[in-house]
């Protein structure tokens, strides 16, 4: 079976660790609303993204790839973001909205996503495929 370098574990607890100092500063210093420029870019940039990842995840698995599961993981990470961004930068009016999808549509297939990407690596650990 195929490990991770030796090097890995350390360098993203390290990362990982000082990160801590940079989220605190921010949570002290960001104001808590904003005017943006290229907001609509960054929303649908993101949103092709998502596509782009769940379309790659359907044609490797439909091909019968391994990667398909590390695809798979990827949209699951991509469509939580989504959720938390969705309701977390939604307004009044738009919150019950983006509530609703989040938890009967982006949570769920994150879900599912996961549940496929921990299936397809079961299986390559058990064929010793990697």
Not at 38 to 58: C, E, K, P, Q, S
Not at 80 to 98: C, E, K, M, Y
Request: proline letters at 5%; hydrophobic letters at 55%; a positive charge.
């Amino acid at each position: 079976m195929n490990r991770p370098p030796r090097w890995m574990a350390p360098l993203f607890a390290v990362l990982g660790a000082g990160t801590v100092p940079w989220t605190v500063y921010l949570s002290l210093t960001l104001p808590d609303h904003a005017r943006t420029h290229n907001y609509r870019l960054a929303w649908v940039g993101f949103d092709v993204m998502l596509i782009l990842a769940m379309l790659l995840t359907a044609f490797l698995a439909w091909r019968g790839r391994p990667l398909a599961g590390q695809a798979a993981g990827c949209t699951a990470t991509m469509l939580i973001v989504d959720a938390w961004f969705d309701v977390t930068t939604s307004g009044r009016h738009d919150l019950s909205l983006a509530i609703l999808l989040a938890v009967l549509a982006e949570l769920p297939l994150a879900g599912l996503c996961a549940w496929i990407a921990l299936l397809v690596q079961r299986q390559k650990s058990a064929t010793g495929a990697g």
